[in-house]
């Protein structure tokens, strides 16, 4: 505004506008100073990119502070001036259009480096600017300081209210671990260590990375992972005495097939049958006997991986005994089948009028014979049973075609 001169309206406004805008930026370096961020970056051992930012963001602070007192005094200069006369006089009008609109503020002077100054010109360079532009300054000093202010207190006030509770949750799975005598919290820690110390020191880079979340994970996992173990400690007593129950259930039934068996072949003549014996239950016996014993010395989840196999083991053994037995009384009930349909068949000829053929009594007999002889050949019974049968048939057949 070289060359304008202000009415004494438009001095008295722009007046009661800088004198407005020196008590707002008094009101705002102080809250800056007081900010928790100036205090947490003032009174903490910084490294890293935060100690960077923060030698940057103090010297602006202490320049804003100087800006600051550069500006008030021009305020107070141009109030001065202001006060002179009720109603200034044109010497008065152009002294404060000088300070309120002119290149009053003398900037640090700044070398000229020689390939630019040139054989006559200047080794320094001064710039001067206005008020308004001084202002302007100070105003983006003021956000760019803040800002750094502001995200080091909530990138700190974050990172600790994550650590404590993570504190808490690595405590709670250590006694878990030490519970399930599992977990390497080695590495954990002290990467848990390192993000406390980042967190502490360069709350910025801790803030960039986050370093803390991917603890949380691998603790979680970790927790998981020794909560699921604590369960199956929990669970093993359980197991095994389900085991004993079904180990004696097959002991049990391998002994029935043996007993059974033994009475088979007192009354079925060359049964076919393998005989029954008592390997699966011995052979349980011995892996139910070895996983007890590895109860001390195993980890937890190779003793359940081991008892899901006996378990299924006896699951396989049982059924083998079960298979056994039922295969031998099978026969049994086939000899029994075999007489009452042998006695059916009886019953049905004397009902067609042939009680008195001597053919189909010797047949019985014969069939009868072999069924009710012990020990039994379930074959040959079988033949016979099949040509009394048919004899019985054949004699019905031609009454049945006459009767059409």
């Given at each position: 505004?070289?060359?304008?001169?202000?009415?004494?309206?438009?001095?008295?406004?722009?007046?009661?506008?800088?004198?407005?805008?020196?008590?707002?930026?008094?009101?705002?370096?102080?809250?800056?100073?007081?900010?928790?961020?100036?205090?947490?970056?003032?009174?903490?051992?910084?490294?890293?990119?935060?100690?960077?930012?923060?030698?940057?963001?103090?010297?602006?602070?202490?320049?804003?502070?100087?800006?600051?007192?550069?500006?008030?005094?021009?305020?107070?200069?141009?109030?001065?001036?202001?006060?002179?006369?009720?109603?200034?006089?044109?010497?008065?009008?152009?002294?404060?259009?000088?300070?309120?609109?002119g290149p009053v503020v003398e900037l640090d002077s700044e070398a000229v480096p020689i390939e630019r100054r040139g054989l006559t010109?200047?080794?320094?360079?001064?710039?001067?600017?206005?008020?308004?532009?001084?202002?302007?300054?100070?105003?983006?000093?003021?956000?760019?300081?803040?800002?750094?202010?502001?995200?080091?207190?909530?990138?700190?006030?974050?990172?600790?209210?994550?650590?404590?509770?993570?504190?808490?949750?690595?405590?709670?799975?250590?006694?878990?671990?030490?519970?399930?005598?599992?977990?390497?919290?080695?590495?954990?820690?002290?990467?848990?260590?390192?993000?406390?110390?980042?967190?502490?020191?360069?709350?910025?880079?801790?803030?960039?990375?986050?370093?803390?979340?991917?603890?949380?994970?691998?603790?979680?996992?970790?927790?998981?992972?020794?909560?699921?173990?604590?369960?199956?400690?929990?669970?093993?007593?359980?197991?095994?005495?389900?085991?004993?129950?079904?180990?004696?259930?097959?002991?049990?039934?391998?002994?029935?097939?043996?007993?059974?068996?033994?009475?088979?072949?007192?009354?079925?003549?060359?049964?076919?049958?393998?005989?029954?014996?008592?390997?699966?239950?011995?052979?349980?016996?011995?892996?139910?006997?070895?996983?007890?014993?590895?109860?001390?010395?195993?980890?937890?989840?190779?003793?359940?991986?081991?008892?899901?196999?006996?378990?299924?083991?006896?699951?396989?053994?049982?059924?083998?005994?079960?298979?056994?037995?039922?295969?031998?009384?099978?026969?049994?009930?086939?000899?029994?089948?075999?007489?009452?349909?042998?006695?059916?068949?009886?019953?049905?000829?004397?009902?067609?009028?042939?009680?008195?053929?001597?053919?189909?009594?010797?047949?019985?007999?014969?069939?009868?014979?072999?069924?009710?002889?012990?020990?039994?050949?379930?074959?040959?019974?079988?033949?016979?049973?099949?040509?009394?049968?048919?004899?019985?048939?054949?004699?019905?057949?031609?009454?049945?075609?006459?009767?059409?």
């Amino acid at each position: 505004m070289e060359g304008v001169v202000l009415s004494r309206e438009e001095i008295d406004r722009a007046l009661a506008r800088v004198e407005g805008d020196s008590e707002r930026i008094a009101e705002s370096l102080v809250a800056m100073d007081g900010h928790p961020g100036h205090r947490l970056l003032r009174d903490t051992a910084l490294t890293g990119l935060t100690e960077r930012r923060w030698a940057e963001a103090s010297v602006a602070m202490a320049t804003l502070w100087e800006q600051y007192a550069t500006y008030r005094d021009l305020v107070a200069r141009a109030r001065e001036v202001r006060a002179r006369r009720s109603k200034p006089g044109d010497e008065e009008i152009e002294e404060l259009t000088h300070i309120l609109h002119g290149p009053v503020v003398e900037l640090d002077s700044e070398a000229v480096p020689i390939e630019r100054r040139g054989l006559t010109g200047p080794a320094q360079v001064t710039e001067r600017i206005t008020m308004a532009e001084l202002l302007a300054r100070m105003k983006q000093s003021f956000d760019a300081v803040t800002a750094v202010l502001a995200t080091a207190e909530s990138a700190w006030s974050t990172a600790i209210s994550r650590l404590e509770p993570l504190d808490r949750r690595m405590h709670a799975v250590s006694v878990l671990a030490e519970s399930v005598g599992e977990g390497d919290f080695t590495s954990l820690r002290r990467d848990l260590e390192r993000a406390r110390e980042l967190a502490l020191t360069d709350m910025l880079t801790a803030h960039a990375t986050d370093a803390v979340a991917e603890i949380e994970r691998r603790a979680a996992e970790l927790e998981t992972r020794l909560r699921e173990l604590a369960r199956i400690r929990e669970e093993f007593a359980g197991r095994l005495a389900a085991l004993e129950s079904v180990l004696s259930d097959v002991e049990a039934a391998e002994a029935t097939a043996r007993q059974t068996y033994a009475a088979m072949t007192e009354k079925i003549a060359a049964p076919g049958l393998p005989a029954p014996t008592d390997r699966g239950s011995a052979a349980l016996r011995g892996r139910l006997q070895r996983l007890t014993a590895r109860r001390d010395t195993a980890g937890w989840a190779a003793l359940s991986k081991e008892t899901d196999e006996v378990e299924r083991i006896a699951i396989s053994t049982m059924e083998a005994a079960r298979t056994s037995l039922r295969a031998i009384t099978g026969l049994l009930d086939r000899r029994a089948e075999l007489r009452g349909r042998l006695e059916a068949y009886q019953v049905k000829a004397a009902r067609l009028g042939h009680a008195e053929d001597t053919e189909l009594s010797r047949l019985h007999d014969e069939a009868h014979r072999l069924l009710f002889t012990a020990p039994c050949d379930l074959a040959a019974a079988t033949r016979a049973l099949n040509r009394y049968r048919q004899a019985i048939q054949d004699r019905t057949q031609p009454r049945e075609e006459g009767s059409e």
